[in-house]
Structure formats: C-alpha cells, structure tokens
C-alpha cells in the first residue's frame, strides 16, 4: 500500500463503523492523521490517536454538538469524511414515504448537517478537506435491468438510495464554489458496488456487467479518499470520482 501523507491532519470520519467508513479511517491513520469516528454506535478505535463518538447524524443537535466536541478533543478538523450511510432495495412503486424518508435522513440530510457544521472551523483555518460519498446509482439509473429480470430490482439498490445520494453530489458541487477561495476542496467519491453486508444479495448478473469482473474492495474508495485529503491535491475541487471498475463512465 503506497502510503498517503496525512500527518498530524485531523479527519472526521462519520459512518466508521461501516466496511467504507472503517477502511477510511484505516487508511487515514496509515497516512498519519488522526482521526475521529463517528456512528450511531461508538466504533472500535483503530489506535492511541483515534477516538470515538457516538451521534445520530439525522439530528442537528447531536451532529453540532459531535463537531463541538472533536474540535475540543483534537483543537481543529482538517478533513471531513461522510461515509454514514443506509440502503434501500426494491422496485420504485414499492418504496414507502417512511422509508423515503429514512433513507433520506441519513444519507443526505446527515450528509447535510456534518458538511455544515465543519464549515466554520474550516473557515477559520483557512484550511479544509471534504469527501463525501456518493453513488454510482445517483448517475446511472440504477443497476437492475428489469426488461431482462424483474426479480434484480428487489437484490440491489433502489430509487430512495439513488435520489439521496444524487443530493449528496449536488451538495458537493455547490460547497465546493462556495468554499474554494477559503483554501477548503469538495469533493465526492462515487462508488459502485462494494463488497460489504450491504451487497451480499447483490445478483451475481449484475456483477457479470463490471468490466473489471468483481465488487469493489472498501480499502479501493479508501485510497481514493485519502488520496483527495492530501494537502498537496488543492487544486482538485467539485468533482465527483468514480470507483466503480468501469460500470458507469462519464
């Protein structure tokens, strides 16, 4: 693994307990950084210089009061990794207004409330790195083909999950203007599929149609992310980088 340089930055990793959110953090340890976890559910520490929170990212209160307390534990955020995520499987007419919002609520207006609440801090330092994490289903329309298999629809990822994460790249975009001139990128890392519990019923079709033959590994989104927190990519900003094996390309 070619070591990224990250040292003595400090990144916020939300969704950590998560197979991508816990390959960031790794990753970003292995550069150097020290890094704070946050879940719904305090994750595991990865080392002395890591830490971990417990917060619902739906809940503005629990994310400013998480940020709060990172900047008192570690005296300032650098990066900001928003790898907290739900799915969502099934055919659209079959998507609830309760699970609409479900998925919503964690994947975009979480995403929503950590990107906010880092805005400051980042201001003030004249400094900052964001990845978000976005999707390939927010580009292409989804995975399943139903005019040849009606029953993938119901294995991967639906409409709820794509229209979150198109959110998220939109997001994306418009903080990236917003925020380039304070020295702070935006940018988002859109994966496909990934090997992980989310995608344990995902058609074996389906992985058939990834030129490179396989799911993705979480450490592969990983390196990318830590890749765009490196102080030395400030040039890079708005953009939304697919890691998908070459399922979508654009």
């Known amino acids: 693994m070619t070591r990224i340089a990250l040292d003595n930055m400090v990144a916020l990793v939300t969704g950590a307990g998560g ?30 210089s890591s830490r971990s929170y417990a917060a619902d990212l739906s809940d503005p209160e629990q994310v400013r009061e998480l940020v709060d307390t990172v900047l008192k534990d570690f005296g300032r955020i650098d990066c900001l990794v928003t790898a907290a995520g739900v799915t969502s499987l099934g055919s659209f007419e079959s998507i609830s207004v309760e699970e609409w919002d479900r998925v919503h609520a964690i994947n975009l207006r979480g995403a929503f409330l950590i990107n906010q609440a880092v805005i400051a801090a980042m201001k003030a330092q004249q400094f900052g790195r964001i990845v978000n994490i976005g999707s390939v289903l927010a580009k292409n329309g989804g995975n399943p083909r139903p005019w040849l298999d009606a029953t993938e629809q119901g294995r991967a990822g639906n409409a709820a999950y794509g229209a979150a994460k198109a959110g998220v ?10 925020l380039a001139v304070h020295g702070i990128t935006v940018n988002a890392v859109a994966p496909g599929p990934i090997a992980s519990p989310m995608t344990t019923s995902f058609p074996e079709a389906l992985i058939r149609q990834i030129p490179a033959g396989r799911l993705g590994q979480p450490k592969e989104v990983a390196a990318m992310v830590a890749w765009l927190c490196a102080r030395e990519n400030a040039f890079v900003t708005g953009e939304i980088i697919d890691v998908n094996g070459g399922l979508w390309m654009d």
């Open 169 to 178: 790249h939109a997001l994306t975009l418009y903080l990236a203007k917003e």
């Open 19 to 48: 197979m991508i959110g816990g390959a960031v953090a790794r990753r970003m340890t292995a550069g150097g950084a020290k890094v704070a976890l946050a879940d719904r559910r305090a994750p595991e520490a990865t080392n002395e």
